[in-house]
Each structure stands twice: as C-alpha cells, then as structure tokens.
C-alpha cells in the first residue's frame, strides 16, 4: 500500500513537471506572438520583436510573477530554441554580398566590431563591472545586439540574469539610437550611400538596421543590411576567439599540453557552424525563396521565445542592482561605435 501510494506520487510529480515544462515554452511563444503583432505598430516598429520580447518577459514577471513549475520550459526556450533560431538566422546571410561589397565596406565592419568590443569591455573594467556583463554588453552593441549576448553567453559561461540584463541593456541602447539618427539623418549630410553604410555599421539589431535606415530610402536600406550583416558574420570568429579565451581563463592560464588542442574540450559555440552552414545554403541558391522566407520567420519566432525566456528570469530589482553601469558603458561605447562609423564612412571615400 505504501509503495502504490509513493509511485502514484512520483508519477503524479512527473506529470506535473511535464505540465509545467509545456507551459513554460507556451507562455515564451506567447509573448513572441505579442511582440511581433505589437512589432507592427508605429514607433514599436522600430523596437523589433526581440526587443520587444524581451520587455514583455521583463514586464509579465514584474506583474504576475513565474510559477516554478515553469522555469524549466522557459529555460529550455532560452537555451535551446535559441541555438536552432541563430543557426535559422544564416540563411539571412548571402556571403556573395559582402564580396561584392567590396575590402572597405568589410573593413568598415570590422574595424567597427573589434574597437567597439574593447571600448567597451575596456569602460566596463573601469567602471568595475563584472566582467562577464561586461564582455556580454561588448560584444551585443559590437556585433548585433540582443543575439550576440545570448550566443557568447555560453562561452563564458555566464548565469541566466547576467545574459538577460545584457540583451536587455543593448535592446533598449539600439532604440534609443535608432529614435536618434532617424532625427539626425536630415543634419549629417550623408548621401543615401553613405547613410546607409554608417547605418549598418553602428546600430545594433538588424530590427534597428532596418528601422534606422528607412529615411534615406531604399539605396540606404539595401546598403544599411549588407554592411549589418557583415558583422553579423563576424560572430563566428569572435565566438571562437571568446572561446579558446574562456578555455584558458579557466585553466589559469596554463599553456597547452603537448597533445595539443583538444578541440571536443573547446567552450565553443558549435552551432555557429549551422548558422554558416545555413548562409551557405543561401549563398548558393540551394534553398527555394519562398522557403528561406519562412524559415527566418520560424528563425525570429525561436529567438523571440528565446528573448522573452530571458525576460521572464529578469527580476526589476537584479536590473536595477546590475543594469546601471553595464547601461553607461554600452551607451558611452555606442557613441564610440556612431563617430567611429561616420569618420570611417567619410575618410574611405564611402559617402
């Protein structure tokens, strides 16, 4: 009798474990929804549905709160359904356009990407923030944004709430950056070309990309999306660089054995490979149109569950305790990042 009533209650726990995990990924993809059917509205439009994702998680545990029987399914959106919408996301990547983009627009990118990046792990040391947020927050408003932090994330093994604070801190950067140029554009004196170009240099999601160049017309949005995805592109490099850094931070520094690298041991991120694997496939026409369409759909609805799983293990008061500095050094970087991109945009004769 005793041990019929001991299955029945861990049979019972099970099912409500099950139960819990299948609300956990249905309250992400709801609020994914909610973000891309808010991502239409004016002024929101600009935001992105990450972004806005992110907020809403951030929102709904501010109001009503996580029940912990959920944590695992949001966890699970988080971490896993991120890797698959990231490898999704390479078939937005034609690499053909970068080549025929030519040295200086890739130089352009990649100057930017790299002085931004110690900029602004560099202010954060200064401003002793951790250092995990602080490379969290670099490599976000460095490369693109919200799926940068949560891709180098694992690379330095980085906590939950540590990864939320610094895709939320760049999320909110790039809107207020976006909201900026839109305004400054009449006044910078760029050609369509060339506001394109510092455009997709220096703002921070692809959502901002697209946002921000809308005001110089269609030349601006066409040039604004190569050079942005050009550094997005610079994040397999970089994640593989993070991660042999990470492997041997770890290991105090001890020089490699004389087996050499152990590549299985490596911290690195290999999905990123699917995601090069996918702008592969793209570059070299495999894929039918209409199926990449709805496959970066499907790519933008995973990251957005992933962002709004991120939100949800954000609690205001961890914000407010961690997100003041890491804010400051990403906004001080920015503007690094936006006079950088305009001078180079001028001096390699790109306006």
């Known amino acids: 009798m005793i041990l019929q009533t001991q299955l029945r209650f861990v049979k019972n726990i099970k099912v409500v474990r099950n139960r819990g995990f299948l609300q956990g990924i249905g309250l992400t993809l709801l609020l994914s929804f909610i973000a891309k ?9 600009i935001m992105g549905q990450l972004v806005i994702a992110i907020l809403l998680g951030i929102l709904y545990r501010a109001v009503r709160g996580v029940p912990l029987t959920e944590q695992s399914g949001i ?3 988080g971490k896993r359904l991120l ?3 990231i490898i999704l996301l390479g078939l937005k990547l034609n690499l053909m356009d970068i080549v025929h983009a030519g040295y200086k627009v890739v130089a352009l990118a990649a100057i930017n ?8 792990y560099g202010l954060s040391k200064w401003l002793k923030i951790d250092k995990r947020i602080g490379l ?3 490599c976000g408003t460095a490369i693109c944004g919200a799926a940068a932090v949560v891709a180098i994330a694992p690379q330095i093994k980085a906590k939950d709430e540590e990864t939320a604070v610094g895709a939320a801190t760049v999320a909110i950067l790039g809107t207020i950056f976006t909201l900026a140029y839109t305004l400054l554009y009449p006044v910078l004196g760029l050609s369509a070309n060339g506001y394109g170009l510092f455009t997709g240099a220096t703002l921070h999601e692809v959502a901002h990309v697209i946002a921000g160049a809308a005001p110089g017309g269609q030349v601006a949005l066409d040039m604004a999306v190569i050079v942005k995805l050009t550094r997005v592109a610079m994040l397999v490099p970089i994640a593989l660089i993070i991660g042999l850094w990470s492997g041997r931070q770890a290991r105090g520094g001890e020089q490699k054995s004389s087996k050499g690298i152990r590549w299985r041991e490596l ?11 996918m702008s592969g496939l793209n570059t070299l026409g495999i894929i039918p149109q209409e199926l990449i369409s709805g496959l970066l759909v499907l790519s933008y609805m995973l990251l957005a569950m992933a962002m709004a799983g991120l939100g949800l293990g954000v609690d ?5 305790r961690l997100g003041k500095k890491p804010f400051l050094a990403g906004l001080l970087g920015s503007i690094v990042l936006s006079i950088l991109g305009f001078m180079l945009v001028c001096s390699f004769g790109l306006n």
């Open 83 to 85: 890797r698959f919408g």
């Open 113 to 120: 990407v790299v002085v931004t990046i110690f900029v602004v």
């Open 136 to 138: 969290l927050t670099a």
């Open 316 to 320: 205001i008061a961890t914000f407010r």
């Open 37 to 45: 059917l808010l991502g239409y509205l004016p002024l929101l439009n």
């Open 267 to 277: 911290p690195v991120p290999w999905f990123i490979f699917g995601f090069l694997a």
């Open 75 to 77: 966890s699970f959106s």
